[in-house]
Nanobody
Framework: QVQLVESGGGLVQPGGPLSPPCAASGFTFSGYAMYWYRQAPGKERELVASISSAGGDTNYADSVKGRFTISRDNTKNTVYLQMNSLKPEDTAVYYC?????????WGQGTQVTVSS
């Protein structure tokens, strides 16, 4: 059974860090590109960051460049999103997503709230 399980969300003060992991199972994780998306209330889901299957290529939305870092550990079947200097506008449900050709999977999401 394919599973993507995000964890590590929560309430954080502006300027603080958070690093939710996403644990994968049920598929060959190392063969998939991985993505983090987010969706704020009343807004469309947007791509935040992506990483290639081997981890050598990463890309970021302009709104998070310099603050967020995506990484993966293929020995642990886990992708991470290190978020620093968080802003209230980063408040959203964060989802991880796996894609390889026509195969794709979504996690259930983890809520991140940035507020004082």
């Amino acid at each position: 059974q394919v599973q993507l399980v995000e964890s590590g969300g929560g309430l954080v003060q502006p300027g603080g860090p958070l690093s939710p992991p996403c644990a994968a199972s049920g598929f060959t994780f190392s063969g998939y590109a991985m993505y983090w998306y987010r969706q704020a209330p009343g807004k469309e889901r947007e791509l935040v960051a992506s990483i290639s299957s081997a981890g050598g290529d990463t890309n970021y939305a302009d709104s998070v460049k310099g603050r967020f870092t995506i990484s993966r550990d293929n020995t642990k079947n886990t992708v991470y999103l290190q978020m620093n200097s968080l802003k209230p506008e980063d408040t959203a449900v964060y989802y991880c997503y796996a894609r390889k050709m026509r195969y794709n999977y979504w996690g259930q999401g983890t809520q991140v709230t940035v507020s004082s």
